[in-house]
């Protein structure tokens, strides 16, 4: 008889833990959508001539007012608003020359709002060694996380934290020194809904004050889950790149993220039969010289699928894991990439049982042939107990991806999709779990 006892884990859960924060707010776009194809002239034109109708002192006023409430909660607040204007200016053709800076700037302000874009949750991160790893011991690490942040309408968007990892199972976050910042399109006009969109951070933000939002329409509301590796091509090059779900309100899809330096972001679809499907995690590197990916294709099993190209997938997958034990009998799907080490591949894994319980689980795949699976764990690694039962959606664990720090794993994780917390282990206690 299988018997499953929380103390058999080989995970040590860290004190650490990033719940939201409605504090954390960045400056967006508002648009005046509703109802803008029945009103004439549009709501966006009665806006502007009503400020344009302001006298220059009545104008100088009110942004007067709108700096001392808004300047210091945001960094480069004149640029933003400056920049918005130029987008209105263009959509409604107006006479530049024939506006102040002073009304430029108030109309700027009157089409952005504060959005506080972790104010539900924070929650399913992923993590991958950071581009610079400049000045550290032999025994740490410098990372960069992702987090799904959660706001107003349940709209998910990308969110970053930096920080240190070790020596042996320490951590440490770096602060969020400043206010955040959303990252912005490179041309706001080619975003076709089939094209790659290029978005970059804003020059002197921090990565842990940068936030990525939706640009698309099939990405509307929301950014999902993204699983971040660090992949090297077969001639040395390095690339980060991340699989997410992209959630238009009606249907989903699932896309790339790829960026060499974390400033500029290529946001691009994913096509073929597999990439109409959630939950797709590429392996960092290639194998016999294809692509591979870990997903799930048919609602219950794990799946391994293999590409010629990054960002095309047509392959039909090969089941890799089944349901087999009680924990994971309504379904499985991957935790993140597969992590190299010197005997295969370790795969975290989530099962979905009774009550809809998500639990965490391992298993090892073969290094050359990862469609083998050498080893499983028979048991989770991590379940929903105690404090960590409680949130949004009760009763799940969940992780897009964990790290390798020299013989030890750091395992980042979501909390009922309302927080997040850290797990570390050891490779050789990892694989003595499995059988």
Not at 112 to 128: G, T
Not at 361 to 389: K, N
């Amino acid at each position: 008889m299988l018997i499953c006892r929380p103390e058999q884990s080989p995970l040590k859960i860290l004190d650490e833990k990033l719940t939201a924060d409605p504090g954390r707010v960045v400056l967006r776009p508002f648009h005046l959508a509703w109802q803008s194809n029945v009103s004439e002239p549009p709501r966006a034109a009665q806006l502007v001539s009503d400020i344009l109708g302001l006298d220059d002192d009545q104008a100088e006023l009110e942004l007067g007012l709108i700096w001392k409430d808004f300047s210091e909660r945001h960094w480069q607040i004149g640029e933003i608003f400056d920049e918005r204007y130029r987008e209105i200016s263009e959509d409604l053709d107006l006479d530049d020359q024939a506006v102040s800076p002073v009304k430029r700037r108030l109309i700027g302000a009157y089409f952005c709002h504060e959005y506080s874009y972790a104010a539900a949750a924070l929650m399913n991160p992923s993590i991958v060694p950071h581009p610079d790893q400049s000045g550290l011991g032999g025994e740490q690490l410098r990372f960069i996380m992702s987090m799904r942040a959660v706001g107003e309408g349940h709209i998910s968007s990308v969110a970053f934290r930096e920080g240190i990892i070790g020596p042996g199972a320490g951590f440490q976050l770096w602060p969020q020194s400043g206010p955040a910042m959303a990252a912005v399109a490179d041309d706001r006009h080619q975003m076709g809904p089939d094209e790659a969109v290029s978005v970059h951070r804003h020059a002197g933000s921090a990565i842990s004050n940068s936030v990525l939002f939706p640009v698309t329409e099939a990405q509307r509301n929301g950014l999902e889950d993204l699983r971040l590796v660090r992949f090297v091509e077969d001639d040395g090059e390095i690339e980060y790149l991340g699989t997410y779900t992209a959630y238009s309100g009606r249907a989903i899809r699932s896309e790339l993220l790829r960026t060499r330096d974390f400033s500029s972001f290529c946001l691009e679809p994913l096509r073929g039969h597999a990439a109409r499907h959630k939950g797709m995690a590429l392996f960092p590197r290639r194998i016999d010289g294809r692509y591979r990916m870990v997903a799930r294709q048919d609602g219950k099993n794990i799946t391994i699928l293999t590409s010629d190209s990054l960002d095309e997938w047509n392959d039909e997958g090969q089941i890799l894991i089944r349901p087999e034990f009680p924990w994971e009998f309504v379904q499985m799907g991957n935790c993140g990439s597969p992590i190299e080490c010197d005997e295969g591949w370790i795969l975290l894994t989530h099962g979905v049982g009774a009550m809809r319980k998500y639990s965490l689980g391992a298993a090892l795949l073969d290094r050359e042939d990862p469609s083998r699976v050498i080893a499983r764990t028979r048991c989770p690694i991590l379940s929903a107990a105690e404090s960590d039962r409680e949130g949004y959606v009760p009763n799940v664990v969940y992780t897009c991806g964990a790290t390798r720090v020299g013989g030890q794993l750091f395992i980042p994780y979501g909390i009922s999709d309302s927080a997040i917390g850290f797990a570390t282990t050891t490779i050789e206690a990892m694989l003595s779990a499995m059988d």
